[in-house]
């Protein structure tokens, strides 16, 4: 198995700095990442060599099992390599290799359990111990079975035949996987395994959008998201029909008004994971190792979610080219005022806001001439104001920072190109003052909370 070189057009390049990009930068984003997470499930295993010993051995046969997973049925290793669950655990692992604790064993069950799951979606025989993390057994990408007399230190054996036939045993019970796709019903009911009595939980499928990806609803197996809502004994159906209406209601938002973005989201799959919700907002969170998932809190409208899906969605595409070009110099530690957050921010991170706010603003943009409610209109002339001021402001600070690389430099002018577009459209004079207000009442809240800071950026 070897990597493939990736090679990005110019014209996508800017197409996606632009905001955009559609299914073309998903989809070549997407195998990059791919061969990202293959490289590092390599240079695991070339690290687990030097460890020797029984890591050594587990090493090797997971490394065996992804080499005849990819011969026999490439998709099916692909689907396990890719989900967001591998990322991070590939990396941390390879991260426990290169500098070990020296108390603790490297985690190499992470790199088998995901091993095993590839085995099985490709019909190939395999068996294996995981240990057990609370009560359940975790196979990612495909679901997660339940003991609930499991005690500390058990492990369960997971067998899977020549079939694919997936069996886990612990504690005296055994829980049968059921066949793919492993998800839930379109009402988000979990999948059960036969004779499992309701012990096998799989990820709820939200919607199915163009060309069958799924839009799915899951808990993140450790070590993802460890902000995420707690569910010791996973997702409800309740919960996920909670999610369900927002979801579909805003595929169709997006797939009716902001054809882009929906092609983008319908490049997947996508995973939303729910986060613990605060007092008051919603919240929403990506992370670079975890490509295609969103984590967030519960959705409250089919509008909310559809701006939160494109958010995100910035975030994953900006994530991702992050791992191919080098857009910043490295270096400074110089901290940044963000119209979005409260505190300071670093250059990247101040970077990848402005790229998501310009998402954001595309998205109020169009949805001012699609929304029939007029009071929901001004919300979205109010909100598209906003959000083109925020994100030109970020954008230009950016630009002046002297620390962009030269294809950073070209990719942030293509944003600011597209913001001063922007920027020019005509907004109703009480939505353009009610941004100016929320604005500048943001900067007065983050320069009394931050003091000395806000007082060193304002010299």
Not at 59 to 81: H, I, K, M, Q, V
Not at 301 to 330: I, R, W
Not at 448 to 458: C, F, I, T, V, Y
């Amino acid at each position: 198995m070897t990597p493939s070189p990736h090679r990005m057009p110019g014209a996508l390049f800017d197409a996606v700095a632009a905001g955009g990009g559609g299914a073309p930068a998903l989809r070549l984003l997407a195998r990059a990442e791919h061969s990202r997470r293959l490289a590092c499930a390599y240079a695991v295993t070339v690290a687990a060599r030097k460890a020797g010993g029984r890591v050594a051995e587990e090493t090797e046969y997971a490394w065996s099992l992804f080499t005849d997973a990819t011969r026999t049925a490439p998709e099916a290793a692909t689907a396990a390599l890719t989900h967001p669950s591998a990322g991070p655990a590939l990396f941390g692992l390879l991260a426990h290799l290169r500098h070990p604790d020296g108390q603790l064993s490297p985690p190499v069950h992470w790199f088998t359990a995901l091993a095993v799951s590839a085995a099985a979606r490709a019909g190939l025989s395999a068996r294996a111990e995981l240990p057990i993390a609370g009560s359940w057994a975790a196979l990612p990408s495909l679901g997660r079975a339940r003991f609930p007399g499991a005690r500390p230190g058990d492990r369960a054996d997971v067998r899977v035949d020549g079939a694919g036939r997936c069996r886990v045993t612990a504690a005296g019970e055994t829980v049968t996987v059921p066949g793919l796709p492993y998800t839930g019903g379109p009402l988000g009911g979990p999948t059960h395994g036969p004779g499992a009595a309701g012990r096998w939980l799989g990820a709820h499928l939200l919607a199915t959008l163009d060309g069958g990806a799924p839009l799915l609803l899951d808990t993140l197996d450790p070590p993802c998201f460890p902000h995420s809502a707690h569910h010791p004994d996973g997702l409800s159906a309740a919960e996920a029909r909670r999610w369900a209406g927002p979801a579909r209601g805003a595929c169709r938002i997006l797939r009716a008004d902001h054809p882009e973005a929906y092609a983008e989201l319908a490049a997947g799959p996508h995973l939303l994971v729910p986060l613990t919700r605060p007092g008051h907002g919603n919240r929403s969170g990506s992370s670079a190792e975890t490509f295609g998932c969103m984590a967030l809190s519960p959705p409250t409208s089919a509008t909310g979610l559809a701006v939160t899906l494109t958010h995100e969605t910035q975030h994953n595409k900006l994530a991702a080219l992050l791992h191919l070009f080098d857009l910043f110099e490295p270096g400074g530690p110089e901290r940044f005022y963000a119209p979005w957050r409260p505190d300071p921010r670093p250059l990247p991170g101040l970077f990848h806001g402005a790229y998501a706010h310009l998402g954001v603003a595309l998205f109020w943009e169009r949805r001012r001439e699609t929304e029939p409610d007029p009071a929901l209109r001004a919300t979205a002339h109010a909100q598209f104001a906003r959000w083109r001021l925020a994100a030109h402001e970020a954008t230009t600070v950016t630009l002046s920072s002297g620390r962009l690389t030269s294809l950073g430099n070209r990719f942030a002018q293509r944003m600011l190109t597209t913001l001063d577009t922007l920027c020019r459209l005509p907004v109703p004079a009480p939505a353009l003052h009610h941004a100016e207000s929320a604005a500048r009442a943001h900067r007065t809240d983050w320069q009394n909370r931050n003091g000395d800071m806000a007082r060193r950026l304002s010299a």
